[in-house]
């Protein structure tokens, strides 16, 4: 069956070779640019940032091999609201937010995918490693590369609108795909890090915006051991950059356990501090049925980090899981995404990281 498929190009090598399939495969096809920044530069820095004149000109070439017509969408408005000023105010709450999940939920599967139904489009196409088949959401086969962990905060029926047609390929088969068809992005690197803070500069990003208020820097037992310039520039399991005035009695590292935006605190311990055997999640999205009695899954607790066997429990509107040994380094923001093997349960939003709950 003829779809008609809008492409999001974002001006690299995955998305473009995934229009190019999507066009290959009979579909009809448009290319769409998503214009993400206020004021984008002209040239990237190296493989950091997105957005910028140099990435749409890589898109619009694309399409033109391809032989596709292509457009450019101004999303900077809403880009800035719904994931910068997200973004800043999570920091400011104490949380460690993940820009990318935000992104696929409020840009290219809410305000894309609703502008693309309004205008006809049958679905949307992206370069995402993930597998989408009658609904069901699985990892990639390059798992290096797996971007399911960042679409579990999609819906169903916005999955039911959307392609992923590089699934069942690894990233450099991609690459080789994308010389062989004259793409000019074939050996384009990847952009990584946080794409609105080309020069990676987080901690000089939030204090831009945040400005910066001294606070102290407590063991567990409350005493003061150093200061800090906002809490904000901390992430839960944070060993460096911590700069106490003295070591720890036993010589061993420190690591930072908590952040408390309404003190001005953070709270540093040893290691074994930050184990953590027992999650609560808010704002549960269920890709599969939701369970009805405990349910024997594994959950991963952030983007390519390490996937954990847990029992899931839904307890009203909130998702428990109680993990089968524990995860350390859980931040409060990030997304607890379950899986049954390699296929996507649901998600929910990290509110509650602790030893145990009870």
């Known amino acids: 069956m003829t779809l008609r498929v809008l492409a ?9 070779v995934a229009a190019a399939r999507a066009a290959e495969a009979g579909h009809e096809v448009t290319g769409v640019h998503l214009a993400l ?20 000109r890589d898109a619009r ?3 033109d091999v391809i032989g596709i017509p292509f457009y450019v969408w101004d999303m900077a408005e809403r880009f ?13 709450a104490g949380r460690t937010p993940n820009p990318c999940l935000r992104c696929n939920e409020k840009i290219k599967f ?20 993930a597998r989408l088949a009658d609904g069901v959401l699985r990892r990639s086969v390059d798992l290096g590369k797996d971007q399911s962990y960042v679409l579990a905060v999609c819906t169903s029926s916005q999955l039911a609108h959307a392609m992923f047609p590089l699934g069942d390929t690894t990233k450099a088969d991609v690459r080789r795909e994308a010389d062989r068809r004259g793409l000019a992005v074939a050996d384009k690197p990847d952009s990584h890090d946080i794409c609105f803070i080309a020069d990676g500069d987080t901690r000089g990003f939030l204090a831009d915006r945040l400005g910066e208020e001294t606070g102290p820097i407590v063991d567990t037992s409350g005493e003061v051991l150093g200061s800090h310039e906002g809490a904000y520039a901390y992430t839960i399991g944070q060993r460096h950059g911590l700069r106490l005035g003295r070591p720890a009695p036993d010589g061993r590292p420190r690591y930072v356990l908590d952040i408390s935006p309404v003190t001005n605190t953070v709270t540093v311990g040893p290691r074994e501090a930050l184990d953590v055997h027992e999650i609560v999640g808010t704002r549960p999205v269920w890709l599969t049925p939701p369970p009805v009695e405990p349910l024997a899954c594994q959950v991963q607790l952030r983007a390519h980090g390490e996937v954990h066997d847990c029992t899931a429990e839904v307890a009203g509107d909130e998702l428990r899981l109680r993990l089968s040994r524990p995860a350390r380094g859980v931040a409060k923001g990030q997304a607890a995404v379950l899986y049954a093997g390699e296929t996507v349960l649901g998600s929910a939003t990290i509110a509650v990281a602790a030893p145990s709950l009870a």
């Open 80 to 92: 800035d609201r719904d994931v910068v000023q997200d973004f800043v105010s999570e920091y400011a």
């Open 8 to 16: 999001a190009m974002s001006g690299g090598v995955d998305s473009a």
């Open 37 to 56: 920044s206020a004021n984008p530069k002209s040239y990237r820095t190296g493989a950091r940032g997105c957005c910028t004149l140099e990435d749409a």
């Open 110 to 129: 809410q305000a894309l995918l609703d502008r693309a139904l309004a205008l006809g489009f049958d679905a949307v196409c992206t370069g995402h490693h």
């Open 61 to 63: 070439r694309a399409a």
